[in-house]
């Protein structure tokens, strides 16, 4: 049975629809097997069911923010696996991020954390082009001899060591969309789509998003990538951020609308999951709400999408075995479970193994392996631990954060495993079937 609500304290974005959310929690416990941060720490305030009572508590004016509650809050990954287990449906991803929201509002941060934040997130990620600047300054440093020297020489500040450890390797050349902004397919054009194509992926996985063409086009599909797109948001919106992940919801629906599309295409699932949420982020903005709805409706994985088609096969064998890692925010956030692994199998010769806990949370979570980066380091060195135990040569997933996590966790480890994206497996697949 449900809790009760008692009368609503007025704070912040806690409307009445949302505030009702708080209250479908039965106190079962069936999140408590499935949350990372209970199994890991064994709090119940890290639990799902122990934030739930803190976001009441303060939502009722029974509490205020103080550092134990927000250390709670800022511990949670956002995997939203308490979701797939929640029976009553409490929608906890959207309750943590009007928290986060609150606590960006209402509590003072140390500076120089808080500072790196906002010049990150709100004058960085928000503006392509000093992004693409950041990107090549990093790329400098990786190809320079910088980064091995300042490695060498210890200069690296010991708090700084973990997170430039996870630093991606910038890609040679950036993913950028033609002229025309249009890749058309090969022969007879049967669908148009969009590409999402991201600030991480399209600069440190350009490959990746190169191959997704690719792959899209071999399906018959004219895509469509504009150049006025910007980051999705997601980053933003998990860190409680949502009047900045607002404007870049408005700017991507603006930049995909001039176009009429059978869906927007997604192959960054932290990013896929927000997007889907768009008409959620929207719903109070009487300008946008309706082309909100219409631009989520359309958006889907690229793994969702292709195993909806009727598949080109024209593949050839790959010989390898393979283990698949489930994104959180693919499994939980969009229940986009069955068709990597559908697509995966449809490749001749491709063995794949499954993994232990394949869906639990490997630590990466959007920027939580910088700002809680011990704990992220728990997490990924149990799920590396769990992909080295299958045998398999290759890891693959389908999320941008997984593969920086996975393959830092499994150079730890010394392993040599291969971490790959699904849609480069499906690409190389069609290459070798034309040899």
């Keep these: 049975m449900a809790v009760s609500k008692p009368e609503r304290h007025e704070?912040?974005?806690?409307?009445?629809?949302?505030?009702?959310?708080?209250?479908?929690?039965?106190?079962?416990?069936?999140?408590?097997?499935?949350?990372?941060?209970?199994?890991?720490?064994?709090?119940?305030?890290?639990?799902?069911?122990?934030?739930?009572?803190?976001?009441?508590?303060?939502?009722?004016?029974?509490?205020?923010?103080?550092d134990d509650v927000?250390?709670?809050?800022?511990?949670?990954?956002?995997?939203?696996?308490?979701?797939?287990?929640?029976?009553?449906?409490?929608?906890?991803?959207?309750?943590?991020?009007?928290t986060r929201e609150t606590i960006q509002q209402e509590w003072?941060?140390?500076?120089?954390?808080?500072?790196?934040?906002?010049?990150?997130?709100?004058?960085?990620?928000?503006?392509?082009?000093r992004l693409r600047l950041l990107g090549r300054l990093s790329r400098w440093y990786q190809r320079s001899g910088a980064q091995r020297l300042a490695r060498a020489l210890g200069l690296i500040?010991?708090?700084?060591?973990?997170?430039?450890?996870?630093?991606?390797?910038?890609?040679?050349?950036?993913?950028?969309?033609?002229?025309?902004?249009?890749?058309?397919?090969?022969?007879?054009?049967?669908?148009?789509?969009?590409?999402?194509?991201?600030?991480?992926?399209?600069?440190?996985?350009?490959?990746?998003?190169?191959?997704?063409?690719?792959?899209?086009?071999?399906?018959?599909?004219?895509v469509f990538v504009p150049r006025a797109q910007t980051c999705c948001g997601a980053l933003h919106a998990?860190?409680?951020?949502?009047?900045?992940?607002?404007?870049?919801?408005?700017?991507?629906?603006?930049?995909?609308?001039?176009?009429?599309?059978?869906?927007?295409?997604?192959?960054?699932?932290?990013?896929g999951a927000t997007v889907k949420e768009y008409a959620e982020l929207l719903k109070d903005d009487p300008r946008y709400a309706d082309s909100a709805q219409r631009f989520a409706s359309s958006v889907r994985d690229v793994t969702e999408f292709l195993a909806a088609l009727p598949l080109n096969t024209a593949f050839g064998r790959l010989e390898k075995t393979?283990?698949?890692?489930?994104?959180?925010?693919?499994?939980?956030?969009?229940?986009?479970?069955?068709?990597?692994?559908?697509?995966?199998?449809?490749?001749p010769g491709l063995r794949l193994v499954e993994m232990r806990d394949s869906d639990r949370c490997c630590g990466s979570a959007g920027i939580y392996n910088i700002t809680q980066n011990e704990l992220s380091r728990r997490f990924m060195a149990e799920k590396s631990a769990a992909a080295a135990a299958t045998g398999a040569e290759m890891v693959v997933s389908?999320?941008?954060?997984?593969?920086?996590?996975?393959?830092a966790g499994l150079r730890e480890r010394g392993a040599s495993t291969a971490v790959k994206h699904i849609v480069e497996l499906l690409d190389e697949a069609y290459e070798a079937g034309e040899v």
Excluded: K
């Design 11 to 66: 704070r912040g974005a806690w409307n009445e629809e949302r505030f009702e959310g708080l209250y479908r929690c039965v106190h079962c416990g069936l999140c408590l097997g499935a949350c990372p941060t209970y199994r890991e720490l064994g709090l119940e305030s890290d639990s799902p069911r122990g934030r739930l009572y803190l976001m009441r508590a303060l939502v009722e004016g029974r509490t205020d923010l103080n």
């Design 70 to 98: 927000v250390t709670h809050m800022e511990r949670c990954l956002v995997c939203r696996a308490c979701e797939t287990a929640c029976p009553s449906g409490v929608p906890f991803g959207h309750l943590m991020e009007l």
């Design 108 to 129: 003072p941060r140390p500076l120089a954390p808080s500072l790196a934040r906002t010049v990150l997130l709100r004058h960085i990620f928000t503006r392509p082009e």
């Design 157 to 222: 500040p010991a708090s700084l060591r973990g997170v430039e450890a996870l630093m991606p390797e910038v890609s040679p050349e950036f993913f950028e969309p033609p002229s025309g902004q249009w890749f058309y397919a090969h022969g007879q054009a049967v669908h148009r789509v969009g590409l999402l194509s991201g600030c991480v992926m399209s600069l440190c996985f350009a490959d990746i998003d190169r191959a997704t063409v690719r792959v899209l086009n071999r399906n018959g599909c004219d």
């Design 238 to 271: 998990h860190d409680g951020d949502r009047a900045t992940a607002r404007q870049l919801a408005r700017a991507n629906i603006d930049a995909f609308g001039q176009e009429r599309l059978d869906a927007v295409i997604m192959n960054a699932a932290g990013c």
């Design 322 to 347: 393979v283990t698949y890692q489930e994104p959180c925010h693919l499994a939980h956030g969009q229940r986009v479970r069955q068709q990597p692994r559908d697509l995966l199998r449809a490749i």
């Design 398 to 407: 389908a999320n941008p954060g997984c593969m920086i996590q996975l393959a």
